[in-house]
């Protein structure tokens, strides 16, 4: 009795239930845990120290990296551990951002983990590494954007700064967001030689950008997702808060794969999505207040589409709120 006590205990707390569900999702080190969580890991180190303790979490050294994940379902409390994360809600704000956070993290991990990142460093991008015809992508998309003077620029998921490179001279300025500090290292360098002195980056949570909202007269003239949205477990989420901070009346262009068949390099990359089929990325621009244009489609071993809009109405993320608010589980979930 006393051992399913001290796991009870060291369950019902908010963030260590927070750690399990990750746990769910696979295994994490604490530098990863400390990013999606945004909580010290000296306390975060506690929570874990009490979760291994009590045999609701396995604890595995692997070099310099300590890799953390859920028990198997035949040792101590593996079916207890189960058992208590099947009883949390299936929708809950802050689980819910938790998941959107981790799947970034699995992503960045893959895109490192790529042999051609390794070997190619800022001359990676994700579209050669699938095999993509990148100049034929870049020329329809410069076409997209359009001639002429840009305004601002928002490069969502800039990874090593290719787009605002290719869009940068026509700028009045440009920003890049990415969650990688490697990635944004890489872009700095790149826009550094390029002499773009009014293009920057910044690390920052695409779902929470760090931004005002745009107006009338305020906001971004041009906002592009380059095969980002692929790899976001909310998608119609990153599109919302794309709108958010770009102008009324600008244009917001997502470059994406076309949906398609399984494919050995897409798993690889982790992407969350098998692309979008038309209706259903049709279905999330609008949800975003968006009128959307046509669609531009590039052969090639994957097909590639790339969709503009115009932002035509303010539709304010029902999620955003909650995620601004200190961390509290659901009335579901365990107190403290």
Not at 7 to 31: D, H, Q, S, W, Y
Not at 140 to 150: C, I, K
Not at 272 to 283: I, L, N, S
């Amino acid at each position: 009795m006393d051992d399913l006590l001290l796991a009870l205990r060291a369950a019902a707390e908010p963030t260590r239930l927070r750690i399990l569900a990750l746990a769910a999702r696979g295994a994490f080190n604490v530098r990863e845990l400390v990013s999606i969580l945004g909580q010290s890991q000296p306390r975060l180190s506690r929570h874990l120290r009490l979760l291994v303790e009590a045999g609701l979490l396995r604890r595995q050294q692997e070099g310099v990296f300590c890799w953390f994940a859920l028990p198997e379902a035949a040792d101590r409390h593996g079916d207890l551990v189960r058992a208590l994360l099947a009883r949390l809600p299936e929708r809950d704000p802050v689980l819910d951002a938790d998941r959107r956070l981790a799947a970034q993290t699995l992503s960045e991990r893959a895109r490192i983990a790529s042999e051609s990142f390794r070997r190619r460093g800022a001359d990676w991008d994700e579209m050669t590494a699938l095999g993509l015809p990148t100049a034929e992508v870049e020329t329809a998309l410069t076409s997209v954007v359009g001639q002429g003077p840009l305004g601002r620029v928002l490069d969502i998921g800039t990874g090593t700064g290719r787009v605002l490179e290719l869009l940068g001279p026509r700028a009045e300025m440009g920003l890049g967001i990415d969650a990688s500090a490697q990635m944004l290292a890489l872009a700095r360098s790149r826009l550094g030689q390029a002499g773009l002195a009014h293009c920057t980056v910044r690390q920052a949570d695409m779902y929470r950008l760090p931004l005002p909202d745009g107006g009338d007269t305020q906001g971004f003239d041009r906002t592009i997702l380059q095969m980002v949205l692929h790899h976001a477990e909310d998608p119609e989420a990153v599109l919302r808060e794309a709108a958010r901070v770009t102008r009324t009346g600008a244009r917001i262009i997502v470059v994406e794969l076309a949906a398609h068949a399984p494919h050995a390099l897409s798993e690889t990359l982790a992407h969350r999505h098998r692309g979008f089929q038309e209706p259903r990325m049709r279905a999330m621009m609008q949800a975003a207040g968006l009128s959307v244009h046509g669609t531009v489609t590039i052969p090639g071993p994957l097909p590639t589409q790339i969709w503009s809009g115009t932002v035509s109405s303010r539709i304010r993320d029902p999620d955003r709120a909650t995620h601004d608010d200190p961390p509290q589980l659901a009335s579901q979930g365990a107190h403290p």
